[in-house]
């Protein structure tokens, strides 16, 4: 078996990353996804690589979320095109789309037109503010529902400076993992009742379950968690600290009265555990800046590397490097702790990252690098029952290539 959802087909209309990145990991986890793209540039996300400037005939972000997957071009704006979209949508068992719903329903591809149509159907939307609501039908990127809207830019904007930005795709992924569990969790329920149903999920949902820690004070205590200051942090046994070579590491003493005295033993003064000014968790808070100076003295002294070893001799010492992203690529636990997946790739593979669950009991195969646009038009269509000569036509008058 290759992977947990074999035999589950999937009809997505993706654009940009993250209708797509639900529906690449529901192709790692073996389901066959069928991607409907229209004709001319397909997909826009097919523009990353120029977006990026690369002269190289490379598109990464693009190959990471639909790798798997099978490509075919339909042009929805005409009666025949629509009309073979609704013949694969009529066979499937999961539609998935992170298209308006406003713009779906003037192509009747609503979720109440589609169950009609098809009853057994799981219809997953993802959307920027979600199906209700006086934004529903406004457009969204991530950085704009995800990370501002939901407050995770100001939960990490320090006072004075301007918003963080950040990467690329952060919430798209996570919303389109949520949206694969979702319908992961919707074919287990139509197993018992033989029902589809609508399942949905939201960029800014996710952006405000990415941060509900603070959202969940907020909304107990009135009150906003602030921004961490490293300089002043309570307990300086979670904290981030800087190396001989510039480099950064963090504690994660998470537990004070636990991991300090360790931590003191290993810097060498195992006699601050004494010292009235850092002997308890009240202490070591009031002193903060005391402490910290003193740390970051200390640090400065060793690389990381030699504090990897004298930390490697206390057990109770929580820690991780800063890692920049070419060093995760290259550290040996992301590699041995299955990171990345080798994608067949022409007589070789390529290397990508890997969606973050496996399946011991029906393990993943990765199948073939991300399709050409429309690469698997006429394999589509002639599943469908249409002759090559239909084919040929379709071709012809331009509703697909």
Request: hydrophobic share 40%; net charge negative.
């Amino acid at each position: 078996m290759a992977g947990p959802l074999d035999g589950v087909k999937v009809i997505e209309i993706g654009v940009w990353v993250a209708g797509p990145a639900a529906g690449a990991a529901l192709a790692d986890w073996g389901a066959d996804v069928i991607k409907i793209e229209p004709p001319k540039v397909g997909d826009p996300a097919r523009m990353f690589a120029k977006m990026l400037g690369s002269d190289l005939p490379f598109n990464p972000p693009f190959e990471m979320d639909n790798r798997n997957k099978r490509s075919v071009v339909l042009d929805l704006s005409t009666p025949e095109g629509l009309d073979i979209a609704l013949e694969l949508i009529d066979n499937a068992d999961v539609f998935i789309s992170n298209i308006r719903p406003i713009a779906l329903k003037k192509l009747g591809l609503d979720s109440e037109s589609l169950l009609k149509r098809n009853p057994r159907l799981i219809y997953a939307i993802l959307t920027g503010y979600g199906l209700d609501g006086p934004d529903k039908d406004s457009g969204a990127y991530d950085i704009a529902a995800f990370w501002a809207r939901s407050g995770v830019a100001a939960g990490l904007q320090r006072p004075g400076e301007a918003p963080p930005f950040q990467r690329g795709g952060m919430g798209d992924h996570n919303a389109g993992l949520s949206c694969a569990g979702a319908v992961a969790a919707a074919l287990y329920s139509r197993e018992k009742t033989g029902n589809g149903q609508v399942v949905s999920t939201s960029l800014l949902r996710q952006g405000i379950y990415t941060i509900s820690f603070d959202v969940a004070v907020c909304l107990r205590y009135g009150q906003k968690v602030s921004v961490s200051n490293r300089r002043a942090i309570g307990n300086p046994c979670i904290n981030n600290y800087q190396d001989s070579e510039g480099k950064w590491f963090w504690l994660v003493g998470l537990e004070g009265d636990r991991h300090w005295p360790p931590l003191t033993r290993a810097i060498g003064h195992p006699e601050w555990q004494h010292d009235e000014r850092f002997d308890t968790a009240i202490n070591r808070a009031i002193n903060a800046e005391v402490l910290i100076n003193k740390l970051d003295e200390m640090f400065s002294g060793k690389t990381r590397e030699q504090w990897a070893e004298v930390f490697a001799t206390e057990e109770e010492i929580f820690w991780a490097p800063i890692n920049t992203v070419d060093e995760v690529v290259n550290d040996p636990q992301a590699i041995a702790a299955g990171a990345f997946v080798e994608i067949p790739d022409g007589e070789g593979t390529t290397l990508l990252p890997a969606t973050p669950s496996d399946f011991l009991g029906t393990p993943c195969e990765q199948r073939n690098m991300a399709p050409e646009h429309g690469e698997h038009s006429g394999d589509i269509l002639a599943e469908l029952g249409h002759s090559d000569e239909d084919i040929a036509a379709l071709r012809k008058t331009g509703i697909t290539i």
